[in-house]
């Protein structure tokens, strides 16, 4: 009796060639025929997964998405534990939303993909809009907690601010991507200097803290990307 695929793993196959594609050839060289084929499968059985090529794109852009959230949500464990300033555990996460690297580089063309498709697909247009609305949510979380730990004035307008963090590292991000010169070698530098703006004070979050206090203070320095502690 033949053995039962992994649907999963079927999907994660099938996604993995969608985003190689479009990492290479861009999101017009995209289609069912050619997914098939770069993922060593037969057409029906990508159709049997996704019913088109936007239900492709989209499940990629869900795995692009999960897969920044996880690297985002280590770093955070990280800096908790390094007790750094939510300043830099911010900064490094904006940093990750940089196509600097290969792998970033691709994941940020099936986001540019999505976004462009989003143009004339209004389910597309909801999945692009809440994700810039996370974002954006993320980020005033994050000065909200800086606000609580001194490192950013409590006047600052925290909605006004996380839109000005938000459009920077999208700037950045296209910059890079088009390969504006110089760009790629100073992005890590302007974030800082925009998050530096931002987060004015001193971290008092360590001061004097007991280690019992340490081990909760990573819900209180969750910044974006990053999934609540339980």
């Known amino acids: 009796m033949p053995r039962t695929a992994d649907h999963a793993q079927r999907r994660a196959q099938i996604s993995r060639a969608v985003r190689e594609i479009i990492a290479d050839d861009g999101l017009d060289a995209l289609t069912v025929a050619r997914t098939a084929a770069r993922a060593g499968i037969s057409v029906g059985l990508v159709q049997h997964y996704f019913r088109s090529k936007d239900d492709m794109l989209l499940h ?13 949500s280590a770093l955070t464990e990280e800096g908790v534990r390094h007790e750094r300033s939510i300043a830099r555990i911010v900064c490094a996460a904006l940093v990750e939303y940089l196509p600097l690297d290969p792998n970033r580089r ?26 810039a609305e996370d974002l954006h949510a993320q980020l005033a979380r994050a000065i909200g907690n800086g606000v609580e730990c001194g490192e950013v004035d409590a006047d600052l307008d925290r909605d006004t601010a996380a839109a000005r963090l938000a459009a920077v590292v999208e700037g950045l991000a296209t910059q890079v991507h088009r390969g504006v010169p110089g760009v790629a070698d100073r992005a890590r530098a302007v974030a800082r200097t925009e998050v530096d703006a931002v987060f004015t004070g001193r971290c008092r979050q360590y001061d004097g803290a007991a280690s019992g206090d340490r081990g909760r203070s990573s819900d209180r320095l969750r910044p974006p990307g990053s999934a609540p502690t339980t």
């Open 106 to 131: 691709a994941e940020h063309r099936v986001t540019r993909a999505l976004a462009a498709r989003a143009l004339d697909n209004p389910r597309l247009a909801e999945v692009d809009a809440r994700a």
């Open 60 to 72: 990629a852009y869900e795995e692009v998405s999960s897969a920044l959230a996880a690297r985002v």
